[in-house]
Each structure stands twice: as structure tokens, then as C-alpha cells.
């Protein structure tokens, strides 16, 4: 836990360590919550030299306003739409075992269901941290960490308008992150170039998405999650032997594909997580936001796979011959293509 961290510093240090944290309570109506800082990264904003002074109740009364106003541009709460959600400070007090400030905010605005958040309170140190503990009916919720590049961070409610909000963002995204991925993409036209029932096609859509799902839920807990530098190649080895595969089959030898689509499917779960690894999972809605962004990712294969299966369909009953050499072309294309990104990848692996 966030918490267990913040009792490392004390009054024998001359520097502590470089971290400020946030409560928030999230109620039906209003936002409130404390913030504890310390003194040596207020005083450096503030301009004093002494860091210890701002314990000092009149020193502090004198500086409240000038603190206010800083950390108020600093530590922001946005609704979905990117409109400020306005904070009042309210009182402020010390906490001199810590060297530190207690600071309590509150805000009289309704939580949205998605509550976009950014803290970071002392850029001038680019090892400082802030830490933010979200809260919902007394229970945490959520945690963020925000260091120096952090982007802002999303919580999303444990209410069904939350969920709601939940099933917005990452339905696209998993859609999105399909549709643009050339690799992803290659690899369905590789399996579905050789045509087949709508029954065998299925069969060999919903194996690479129950072998996806699997890998992606194990490395978005946290389970079991390769290197980017292990799967990366190994992607891209997928696409050159479901290729090869096309190429090399004869007329009645057992179609290998579905086992390709659960197998390989398994390693391209993983190249899902490292996108929700960056998008950020919210742990309060985890099982929601897993599932939203596997529907987005079956909606955008769907979007690939439909049109492309129904136009070699046609061009299969009405022009064989040139069917039988776009599958040709485009398993050649599809193994050079993974065969080009295998080499690349290793090769930028390798120089890193």
C-alpha cells in the first residue's frame, strides 16, 4: 500500500523523501479530502530559507494564502469532458513529526462517474512523487502515482454510471488499438485468407479471442506479464508462420488454423496488456474495464474480418483463378511482412 511509504521520513531527516500524498473522499455530493506535504518543498516554492518556520502557526497564517493558491493550480480534479472541478482549502495545520502540512479541501460540485486526476504539486524536484488514495463509502478504491511525466489519471465509480463510463473508454480503445495495429491486423488476414464456412471462420476468430483474453487478464493483474522485448518477435514470428502455413498446405491436410488462433492469440494478449499498461486499468472497475476493452478489441476484429472474408467469398465463387492468387500474393506478403518486424524488433531489442 501507498501509505506504508510515508513513514520513512521523520524529524532527524534534513531531506526527506521526496513524496506528498492526497486522500479523497468521493461522497453523492461533494469531494473532500486532506494533503500532507512537506516543509523543505514548500519552503523552496515559497522562497524561505528556513523549511522548519512554516510549523510555526503565525508564520503559517501568513503563508496560507500564497500555499493555497500554489497547490491549487497543482493538484486538479477534471470532469470527462476536461472542465476543472474548483477546490476550496479550508484550513491547514502541522504536522511536525513529519516536517510536514496537513492541508483540507473539499469541493461542493457532484463526482462524475469518471473522475480525471492530476497532481504534481513540486516539479521542481524531478524525483518527487505524489501519492492519491481514492476513497468511495470509506473504502479505497483506487491509487495513483504521479511522478514527473505522469499523465493524468482516470478513477471511474463503482456505480453503474461508472461502469457506464468505464465501457466508453475502453471499448474504443480496444477497438482502436486493433484497427490501427498493423501487426494485429495482419495477423487476422493471415488466418482468414484460405476462406472457409462461417462456421470455420468463427471457430477460428473466437479461438484467437479466447486465447488473447486469457494472457491479457493474467498481465493486466499483474499474474504473469513477459517483456515487451520477448513478445514484441514472437508477435511478429506469429504472422510469418501463419503465412507459411497458407503457403505450404495441401488440398485436404488438416487446417491448422484455429490452433494457430488460440496459440498465437495467447502471445498477442500480452501485446494488448503493454496498451493498457499505459492507458492505465482502474483497479476499482478491473473486471468491467478487462471485459470493455475485449469487446472493443472483438468489435474492431470483427470490422476486419467480416468485409474481408465476405469479399473473397464473392471473388472465390465468381473468379477462382484470381482468388487463388490473391492468397498466394497476400500469404507472401503476410510472411514478409512478420519476417521484415521479427528482424526489426530484434535488432532494436538488441541495441537497447
Given at each position: 500500500m501507498f501509505v506504508a511509504v510515508l513513514t520513512i521520513s521523520g524529524p532527524a531527516q534534513a531531506h526527506p523523501a521526496p513524496f506528498s500524498y492526497a486522500d479523497v473522499e468521493l461522497h453523492e455530493q461533494h469531494i473532500e479530502g486532506t494533503l500532507s506535504v512537506h516543509t523543505i518543498d514548500l519552503a523552496h516554492e515559497l522562497g524561505i530559507e528556513e523549511p522548519q518556520t512554516l510549523l510555526d502557526e503565525r508564520v503559517l497564517a501568513s503563508q496560507y494564502s500564497d500555499i493555497k493558491g500554489m497547490l491549487r493550480d497543482r493538484l486538479v480534479f477534471m470532469n470527462a469532458d476536461g472542465e476543472v472541478i474548483p477546490l476550496q482549502f479550508q484550513d491547514i495545520s502541522a504536522a511536525a513529526a513529519d516536517d510536514a502540512l496537513l492541508l483540507r479541501f473539499r469541493s461542493d460540485m457532484t463526482p462524475t462517474p469518471s473522475l480525471i486526476v492530476d497532481a504534481h504539486l513540486f516539479p521542481y524536484d524531478p524525483a518527487h512523487q505524489t501519492f492519491v488514495n481514492i476513497y468511495e463509502k470509506g473504502e479505497l478504491r483506487q491509487q495513483f502515482l504521479f511522478g514527473a511525466d505522469s499523465?493524468?489519471?482516470?478513477?471511474?465509480?463503482?456505480?453503474?454510471?461508472?461502469?457506464?463510463?468505464?465501457?466508453?473508454?475502453?471499448?474504443?480503445?480496444?477497438?482502436?488499438?486493433?484497427?490501427?495495429?498493423?501487426?494485429?491486423?495482419?495477423?487476422?488476414?493471415?488466418?482468414?485468407?484460405?476462406?472457409?464456412?462461417?462456421?470455420?471462420?468463427?471457430?477460428?476468430?473466437?479461438?484467437?479471442?479466447?486465447?488473447?483474453?486469457?494472457?491479457?487478464?493474467?498481465?493486466?493483474?499483474?499474474?504473469?506479464?513477459?517483456?515487451?522485448?520477448?513478445?514484441?518477435?514472437?508477435?511478429?514470428?506469429?504472422?510469418?508462420?501463419?503465412?507459411?502455413?497458407?503457403?505450404?498446405?495441401?488440398?485436404?491436410?488438416?487446417?491448422?488454423?484455429?490452433?494457430?488462433?488460440?496459440?498465437?492469440?495467447?502471445?498477442?494478449?500480452?501485446?494488448?496488456?503493454?496498451?493498457?499498461?499505459?492507458?492505465?486499468?482502474?483497479?476499482?472497475?478491473?473486471?468491467?474495464?478487462?471485459?470493455?476493452?475485449?469487446?472493443?478489441?472483438?468489435?474492431?476484429?470483427?470490422?476486419?474480418?467480416?468485409?474481408?472474408?465476405?469479399?473473397?467469398?464473392?471473388?472465390?465463387?465468381?473468379?477462382?483463378?484470381?482468388?487463388?492468387?490473391?492468397?498466394?500474393?497476400?500469404?507472401?506478403?503476410?510472411?514478409?511482412?512478420?519476417?521484415?518486424?521479427?528482424?526489426?524488433?530484434?535488432?532494436?531489442?538488441?541495441?537497447r
Open positions: 499523465p493524468p489519471q482516470t478513477h471511474y465509480a463503482g456505480t453503474a454510471a461508472g461502469v457506464a463510463a468505464v465501457f466508453a473508454t475502453f471499448v474504443p480503445s480496444g477497438a482502436h488499438h486493433v484497427l490501427i495495429g498493423p501487426d494485429h491486423v495482419l495477423f487476422l488476414i493471415g488466418l482468414i485468407l484460405l476462406g472457409g464456412s462461417l462456421r470455420r471462420l468463427a471457430v477460428i476468430v473466437t479461438a484467437f479471442t479466447v486465447g488473447h483474453s486469457v494472457t491479457l487478464a493474467l498481465a493486466a493483474t499483474g499474474t504473469f506479464a513477459p517483456p515487451a522485448w520477448l513478445i514484441e518477435p514472437l508477435i511478429a514470428l506469429s504472422i510469418v508462420i501463419v503465412g507459411a502455413d497458407n503457403l505450404l498446405r495441401k488440398e485436404g491436410q488438416r487446417d491448422l488454423r484455429p490452433i494457430f488462433a488460440l496459440l498465437f492469440g495467447l502471445i498477442h494478449g500480452f501485446g494488448f496488456a503493454f496498451v493498457l499498461r499505459e492507458f492505465g486499468l482502474p483497479t476499482g472497475n478491473l473486471a468491467w474495464s478487462l471485459l470493455a476493452f475485449n469487446i472493443g478489441v472483438e468489435i474492431g476484429q470483427l470490422a476486419i474480418v467480416v468485409p474481408f472474408a465476405l469479399a473473397l467469398a464473392w471473388l472465390r465463387k465468381r473468379m477462382p483463378q484470381v482468388t487463388k492468387r490473391i492468397v498466394i500474393g497476400g500469404s507472401l506478403a503476410v510472411v514478409l511482412a512478420g519476417a521484415y518486424w521479427f528482424v526489426d524488433r530484434v535488432l532494436n531489442l538488441g541495441s
